[in-house]
Nanobody, 124 residues
Framework: QVSLVESGGGLVQAGGSLRLSCVVS????????MGWFRQAPGQERQFVAA????????YYADSVKGRFTISRDNSKNTGYLEMSSLTPQDTALYFC?????????????????WGQGTQVTVSS
């Protein structure tokens, strides 16, 4: 069974930074794309960033462009989301996702596997 486990969330002041990690395990298709999404209370799940298997294709939501950086280390089956210049509007439950092809893009429907999420709270 494929498992995705996020970590690195927490409480941070506005302007601060956090680094989220997502470890992928199990019999996933070898070349998989990864994505990060977030969901704030009462809101729909929102795309944050996506990265292809090779890292050659990367895409960000406009709301995080220039502040967040997505990356991955395939030797560790781990994806990362570096977040800086955080604002209270970034407060949400952050999910990582994986898709059984090299790149999943921005649509949540494309992704096959999801983690349970890690909470990010930014105080003003």
């Amino acid at each position: 069974q494929v498992s995705l486990v996020e970590s690195g969330g927490g409480l941070v002041q506005a302007g601060g930074s956090l680094r989220l990690s997502c470890v992928v395990s199990g019999p996933i298709f070898s070349r998989y794309g990864m994505g990060w999404f977030r969901q704030a209370p009462g809101q729909e799940r929102q795309f944050v960033a996506a990265i292809s298997w090779t890292g050659g294709s990367i895409y960000y939501a406009d709301s995080v462009k220039g502040r967040f950086t997505i990356s991955r280390d395939n030797s560790k089956n781990t994806g990362y989301l570096e977040m800086s210049s955080l604002t209270p509007q970034d407060t949400a439950l952050y999910f990582c996702a994986a898709v059984s092809m090299s790149y999943g893009g921005s649509s949540a429907d494309q992704y096959d596997y999801w983690g349970q999420g890690t909470q990010v709270t930014v105080s003003s």
